[in-house]
């Protein structure tokens, strides 16, 4: 089973930016696309966007459209989230995931990462 691991997380004040990263273990690597997630005390985990693993087609929650950008590095078996004009409601656990299908929510992934902690200050 491939591992997926966050980095990249940590304390903010608002207004700032983060990169999330999630790289991916094992030699062979090849879902049909990947997302982050986000997961806040008390809330259900909510789709935040994702990316087609070979053409790249992004996807976004359209309330973070503008401020996050998915991206990829296939060489690198890593996915990036990079957030900027952080807000405090943007605090949460953000988890990545690999998917084989099509569907953005959260029932089509398959592989998820441990997750990494965004805290935005205000």
């Known amino acids: 089973q491939v591992q997926l691991v966050e980095s990249g997380g940590g304390l903010v004040q608002a207004g700032g930016s983060l990169r999330l990263s999630c790289t991916a273990s094992g030699r062979t690597f090849s879902p049909y696309k990947m997302g982050w997630f986000r997961q806040s005390p008390g809330k259900e985990r909510a789709f935040v966007a994702a990316?087609?693993?070979?053409?790249?087609?992004?996807y976004y929650v359209d309330s973070l459209k503008g401020r996050f950008t998915i991206s990829r590095d296939n060489a690198k078996k890593t996915l990036y989230l990079q957030m900027n004009s952080l807000k405090p409601e943007d605090t949460a656990a953000y988890y990545c995931?690999?998917?084989?299908?099509?569907?953005?929510?959260?029932?089509?992934?398959?592989?998820w990462g441990q997750g990494t902690q965004v805290t935005v200050s205000s």
């Open positions: 995931a690999a998917s084989p299908s099509g569907g953005l929510a959260s029932l089509n992934y398959d592989n």
């Open positions: 990316i087609t693993w070979d053409f790249g087609f992004t």
